[in-house]
C-alpha cells in the first residue's frame, strides 16, 4: 500500500556515534484521501489527513512525487511519481 503526503520537519536521531535523519511527514488518509480517476491517475485531498500517529519515516522509506492540481476536481491534487535515485547516486 502506498501512503502519500509532504515533509513538515526534518530531524536527526543522535546515537552519539552517528545520525539518522528521519522526516516527520503529513499523510494523507487512505481511505477517504485518495482515490484512482477513470484515466488511472492517483488523486489525492490534503484535507483528509490520517495516520497522526505514525509520522515518521527512515529516509530510505521514502519515494518522490509531485502533486498537481486537478482543476476539474476542486480540493485534489494529482499524483506524478519522481525519477528513483540509484543508491550512491545523490
Sequence with gaps: MAYYGFIEEI?????????????????????????????????????????????????QQESKVFYVKDLTLEHWYVVLHGKKQKEGHK
Design 11 to 59: 530531524w536527526e536521531v543522535d546515537y552519539t556515534k552517528f545520525f539518522i535523519p528521519v522526516f516527520k511527514c503529513k499523510w494523507v488518509d487512505n481511505k477517504s484521501g485518495v482515490k484512482i480517476d477513470e484515466s488511472r491517475f492517483t488523486l489525492v485531498d490534503f484535507r483528509k489527513i490520517g495516520y497522526r500517529d505514525d509520522p515518521f519515516i527512515m529516509v
